[in-house]
């Protein structure tokens, strides 16, 4: 069974992250260990599982060699998807956060380079994305009807 | 901010349950371990199993495409961040993604795990 068209989807490895949106989120990453040494930040849950990175190990120079690795290229650049005006060449834009850079960056990253109209589509029962809402009050953003436990917000033009 | 209305419960189609088997088929030793790992985490979020999870993805992104269509975006392109962890959800929204004209972007930021997954035909 063949139920994928051959080149209805495109695979792009690498980070999600533009350089400048990684080096800002990576900075407030460290800014939060500085102030809570003790405390991690919300990781999704899956990043130490996943890369290898030990959470419970904030020492700057661990963590941001695995952070700078994983970050090593952009597939927003690679795969062409950032068009001549800069914003994301993508109508709907979905994400399943787990990403220990996500409150850090993510939704500023979104907010600058989503094209006005497109659709930013996050889980709901999330706490990577509560706790980014909570912080961000999705500023740029209407919130749309929400569609099978997935908050739906519209840039703002 | 405006709480959201839940407008809509999902609806499963034949096809998606083609789109289940598909991915059932297609597990790797490896994914099958790590599915083990995030259970606990990860089903909770749409649903308990790809049999929960896919139709939910699915039917959004297809309403979704409905709705840019009626708006008069003519062909969506639909993007998928972090969709290269090999696990379930990302799966789930690959194989949603089928039907349409989408990108997906997998997210080594997160993961970085190198993703083989059963979309790559």
């Not at chain 1, 706490?127 to 809402?133: G, K, L, N, P, R």
């Not at chain 2, 999870?53 to 309403?63: C, G, I, Q, R, T």
Request: hydrophobic share 35%; aromatic share 10%; charged share 25%.
């Amino acid at each position: 069974m063949n139920v994928i068209p051959k080149g209805s989807v495109r695979h792009q490895a690498g980070s999600y992250y533009l350089p400048e949106f990684y080096k800002e989120g990576k900075n407030r990453l460290f800014k939060y260990y500085k102030i809570n040494p003790t405390t991690q930040p919300n990781s999704g849950g899956l990043l130490a599982v996943a890369s290898g990175l030990d959470l419970q190990d904030s020492r700057y120079e661990t963590v941001t060699a695995k952070l700078d690795a994983l970050n090593r290229t952009s597939a927003l650049i690679e795969g062409h998807l950032i068009g001549s005006d800069g914003l994301l060449l993508g109508d709907v834009v979905y994400c399943y956060p787990s990403d220990i850079l996500f409150g850090f960056a993510f939704i500023d990253q979104m907010r600058k380079i989503m094209k006005p109209g497109s659709l930013l589509v996050l889980p709901k029962e999330n706490s990577q994305v509560a706790e980014a809402i909570k912080t961000y009050q999705m500023e740029g953003f209407t919130p749309q009807p929400t569609i099978n436990k997935m908050l739906v917000f519209k840039k703002e033009i | 901010m405006d709480t959201p209305v839940e407008i809509s419960e999902y609806s499963v189609e034949p096809k998606v349950q083609q789109l289940i088997s598909f991915i059932r088929e297609r597990e790797l030793p490896e994914q099958k371990d790590k599915m083990s790992s995030f259970l606990g985490y990860w089903y909770p979020v749409y649903g308990e199993s790809p049999e929960h999870e896919v139709p939910l993805v699915y039917d959004a992104f297809k309403k979704l495409h409905n709705r840019l269509e009626i708006e008069g975006v003519s062909n969506p392109k639909f993007i998928d961040l972090g969709a290269g962890q090999g696990i379930v959800g990302d799966i789930a929204s690959a194989v949603a993604f089928e039907s349409f004209n989408i990108e997906l972007d997998p997210d080594k930021t997160a993961a970085g795990v190198e993703y083989t997954g059963p979309w790559r035909i």
